[in-house]
């Protein structure tokens, strides 16, 4: 039966990795023109694929990852081949708004007229977001890429030899009748384990959703037909003859074939009893992520006054779980008028600021030393004090009459007593 879905594109979707219109196609730059390494082409042939079967991708932010899958004879999709992610930017989350500097999560689909073969970036694909959710949901941006050059501003950047082999896939795929491909991007690989991790986060209730797209393709390894209604996605939905889902609208009504219910149904009771054991166990910890669009709006705001020229720190502000904001220090400097001219203010006002602290630190140090000179002096007057005392003391020293010893005292007294006794004897005849 899924054959069948993806033969009519009932649930086919893809990734436009390369793009072109008809004109074009032979007017390449010659990087877009590069066959598929060898290898992987024996790798397609020995899974039952032909180079030019439809294609899709999938990114997993946090593990790095960009898979791209190819339909099989049997209308089912398998891996082919898988790229270490060079850049991507923002944090683990949805973009909110044009400037948050996010890398967009969800479910995309490129056409040839979204492609680039003469990137600025080597080759480069539009991912096509907004998309009708994010529209719905009045999340805002333009020019988000897949590219080469290894550098990312919402992006998500290869390096140039794996934009090339990733452009070549979506290029034989438009040559084999492909008219769009889909896009999954993900915060992480939607695990039991990595969904209990983040069970607390602001934005679990999105990834939840995303979850169910994710889910269906894993059952049936066929992109999900993917609608919005209710502002919100819906996944392998049929709505009635004659009517639409609209995605700010109401959902109608729809059917799911009765396999796939129950193969989803069998699918969800495993992953609970694994989410339950996975939420009471430790885990490595969870990644930052976007606290909703309130960081979105603070980055936004860095992000307008950088392409004004204005000067701003060198990396984009971060809030913290408690709700404070994190700036770095270190300013940038922006090669425009309005940035140089800031720069001359910033450099006006950082010599103001050294020259008075130099002011303030002459003052100190006269003052210090004024002091200094102070104390040094009291030192030396109490120095002469204490000398000339001294001096006084040893004077009175020296004047004072030597004291016999006492043996000769007792002399000199018993000499004067004999000499008294003797005269008063001599007046009475004695």
């Known amino acids: 039966m899924f054959a069948k879905l993806a033969r009519t594109g009932v649930l086919i979707a893809a990734i436009g990795v390369a793009g072109c219109n008809d004109s074009s196609m032979k007017n390449f730059a010659p990087?877009?023109?590069?066959?598929?390494?060898?290898?992987?082409?024996?790798?397609?042939?020995?899974?039952?694929?032909?180079?030019?079967?439809?294609?899709?991708?999938?990114?997993?932010?946090?593990?790095?990852?960009?898979?791209?899958w190819k339909a099989k004879t049997n209308g089912r999709y398998e891996m082919v081949a898988s790229y270490d992610i060079c850049k991507w930017s923002g944090k683990l989350g949805p973009k909110y708004?044009?400037?948050?500097?996010?890398?967009?999560?969800?479910?995309?689909?490129?056409?040839?007229?979204?492609?680039?073969?003469?990137?600025?970036?080597?080759?480069?694909?539009?991912?096509?977001?907004?998309?009708?959710?994010?529209?719905?949901?009045?999340?805002?941006?333009?020019?988000?890429?897949?590219?080469?050059?290894?550098?990312?501003?919402?992006?998500?950047?290869?390096?140039?030899?794996?934009?090339?082999?990733?452009?070549?896939?979506?290029?034989?795929?438009?040559?084999?009748?492909?008219?769009?491909f889909q896009i999954q991007a993900f915060p992480f690989r939607m695990t039991a384990a990595n969904m209990a991790r983040y069970r607390n986060d602001p934005n679990y209730d999105f990834w939840k959703m995303l979850k169910v797209g994710y889910d269906n393709f894993e059952i049936t390894k066929v992109?999900?037909?993917?609608?919005?209604?209710?502002?919100?996605?819906?996944?392998?939905?049929?709505?009635?003859?004659?009517?639409?889902?609209?995605?700010?609208?109401?959902?109608?009504?729809?059917?799911?074939?009765?396999?796939?219910?129950?193969?989803?149904?069998?699918?969800?009771?495993?992953?609970?009893?694994?989410?339950?054991?996975?939420?009471?166990?430790?885990?490595?910890?969870?990644?930052?992520?976007?606290?909703?669009?309130?960081?979105?709006?603070?980055v936004s705001d860095w992000s307008k006054r950088r392409a004004r020229g204005e000067r701003v720190p060198i990396d984009p502000p971060s809030m913290n779980s408690d709700g404070s904001v994190t700036e770095t220090t270190r300013m940038g400097r922006i090669d425009s008028p309005a940035g140089r001219k800031m720069a001359a203010l910033d450099a006006e006002k950082e010599a103001k600021r050294k020259a008075e602290e130099q002011r303030l630190a002459a003052i100190e140090a006269a003052k210090a030393a004024k002091e200094q000179a102070k104390a040094q002096a009291l030192a030396e007057k109490e120095a002469a004090k204490q000398a000339a005392q001294q001096q006084v003391v040893t004077a009175g020293v020296e004047a004072t009459p030597a004291q016999p010893a006492p043996e000769q005292a007792a002399d000199a007294d018993q000499g004067t007593v004999s000499k008294l006794k003797k005269k008063l004897l001599g007046m009475f005849g004695g």
């Open 31 to 68: 990087e877009a023109n590069k066959p598929l390494p060898d290898k992987i082409l024996a790798d397609m042939r020995a899974k039952g694929m032909v180079r030019t079967s439809s294609v899709m991708a999938r990114i997993f932010k946090e593990e790095g990852k960009l898979e791209i």
């Open 97 to 180: 708004t044009e400037g948050d500097r996010q890398a967009p999560e969800g479910f995309y689909t490129v056409r040839p007229s979204q492609m680039n073969p003469r990137s600025n970036y080597h080759l480069s694909f539009n991912i096509g977001f907004p998309n009708a959710y994010d529209r719905a949901n009045g999340r805002t941006g333009q020019n988000l890429m897949v590219h080469g050059a290894c550098s990312s501003s919402g992006c998500y950047s290869m390096t140039d030899a794996q934009i090339e082999q990733i452009y070549a896939f979506g290029r034989d795929a438009f040559q084999g009748g492909q008219t769009e």
């Open 223 to 298: 992109p999900p037909k993917v609608d919005v209604c209710e502002k919100r996605y819906v996944f392998n939905q049929v709505a009635p003859e004659g009517t639409t889902f609209d995605p700010t609208g109401p959902c109608p009504e729809t059917t799911q074939p009765d396999s796939l219910k129950t193969a989803y149904a069998n699918y969800e009771k495993s992953y609970d009893a694994a989410f339950n054991s996975a939420a009471n166990s430790s885990a490595v910890a969870p990644k930052p992520t976007i606290s909703g669009i309130k960081e979105a709006s603070i």
